[in-house]
Each structure stands twice: as structure tokens, then as C-alpha cells.
T-cell receptor, first 113, second 114 residues
């Protein structure tokens, strides 16, 4: 069974552009979360979706948005990119309920120039 | 707001020695405390976790302790090996059925010298 997958693996964008990152959860996992990890820091929570509804949002500006599709895959969108958006974007999935481990994908490395 | 502080930021030990990493959390409603190991360029991998109804948990050379009153939890690695070298993150969460988010510490870079 495949783990969490993300695409693309690397991306280079220019300031002001828009980016869409994609995530496919482990089969059967209905909860997907997004995290931003700036180099040298811990992951920061951006969004969590469960059953296609937003269940949590971190302290990020409105330039960041996400959605979850009927097949539980998810997209993270970032508008008007800033240099500070350069980071590793991690997607994670888990089964609902207590005792379920959260599994991380390999991440998308975004560089904004 | 919710916050997790982690210390030290870097830790260098001789192979075979023990390593201890400490974290404190701010939200007293947190009930789940995982520890992740992240090697360079790779995704975080869960190595051990503890829930608030337990004070200590062990898995071979790794142990985690939790003090709910003080809102502290710690990772203990015994008989360290060079392959333990990595960045370790603690995290805290309020584990609920459909809502879930991890608040991570800032990480500890562990170097095990052969």
C-alpha cells in the first residue's frame, strides 16, 4: 500500500506568482493536514481537512487556501508568493479517532525567487 | 496561543552515551505527545508517542516521560549510535475524532560522535 504522496517534489516560483501543491493520502485516510517547514525550524500547522470540510486553520494569511476532494486528496494554494514562503510543504494523513498515527508525505520543496 | 518549547537546540554526545531532549507545552488540554525524527532531506518519522493517561513509555532504547502537572515531556535515548544522528521534534496535540493538529517544537539537532 502506497504512503502519502505529494507533487511536485520541487518547485521554483517568482515573487507574486501563484502555486498549487497536491497531496494524496493513504488509502482509507479521510483526514489530511498541511504543514510548512522553513529550513531549520519545526513544521507549522496550516490546515486540516476531514470529510472535505476545513476542521482547523493555523496562523497563516488568507493567501493560503486549501481544499479536499471527494477522493480525499487535497490541494494547497498559495497566492501572491513572497520570498518568506520558501519552505518544505508537508502533507499528512490519518484515520479519524484517537490512537491513529499521522503519516507524513515526502514534502514539496518550494523556492520563491 | 498554543506553544511548544524544545531544548536544547543542539546536542552532541559520544556513541554509547545517553541523550535527553526536553519540551514544555502551553495548552493544558493537550493529550497526545509524539516525537519525530527527521533526517536531512526526508520526512518526519514518528519514533514514539505518549498519551496524557500515561506517565512513561519505553520502546527498546527510546523512552518518553510526561509530567502533566508541570506540562513537561522528555525523550530519552540510551546507548546512542551514529545512526541516531538527526533532528528530533517534539509535538503536542488535542486528539479528537475529526479535528487534529500538531504543534511542533523547534527541533533538536542530535550528533552522535563515533
Amino acid at each position: 500500500d502506497a504512503g502519502v504522496t505529494q507533487s511536485p517534489t520541487h518547485l521554483i516560483k517568482t515573487r507574486g506568482q501563484h502555486v498549487t501543491l497536491r497531496c494524496s493520502p493513504i488509502s482509507g485516510h479521510k483526514s489530511v493536514s498541511w504543514y510548512q517547514q522553513v529550513l531549520g525550524q519545526g513544521p507549522q500547522f496550516i490546515f486540516q481537512y476531514y470529510e472535505k470540510e476545513e476542521r482547523g486553520r493555523g496562523n497563516f494569511p488568507d493567501r493560503f487556501s486549501a481544499r479536499q476532494f471527494p477522493n480525499y486528496s487535497s490541494e494547497l494554494n498559495v497566492n501572491a508568493l513572497l520570498l518568506g514562503d520558501s519552505a518544505l510543504y508537508l502533507c499528512a494523513s490519518r484515520l479519524p479517532g484517537q490512537g491513529s498515527e499521522q503519516y507524513f508525505g515526502p514534502g514539496t520543496r518550494l523556492t520563491v525567487t | 496561543g498554543e506553544n511548544v518549547e524544545q531544548h536544547p537546540s543542539t546536542l552532541s554526545v559520544q556513541e554509547g552515551d545517553s541523550a535527553v531532549i526536553k519540551c514544555t507545552y502551553s495548552d493544558s488540554a493537550s493529550n497526545y505527545f509524539p516525537w519525530y525524527k527527521q533526517e536531512l532531506g526526508k520526512r518526519p518519522q514518528l519514533i514514539i508517542d505518549i498519551r496524557s493517561n500515561v506517565g512513561e513509555k519505553k520502546d527498546q532504547r527510546i523512552a518518553v516521560t510526561l509530567n502533566k502537572t508541570a506540562k513537561h515531556f522528555s525523550l530519552h535515548i540510551t546507548e546512542t549510535q551514529p545512526e541516531d544522528s538527526a533532528v528530533y521534534f517534539c509535538a503536542a496535540s488535542k486528539e479528537m475524532d475529526s479535528s487534529y493538529k500538531l504543534i511542533f517544537g523547534s527541533g533538536t539537532r542530535l550528533l552522535v560522535r563515533p
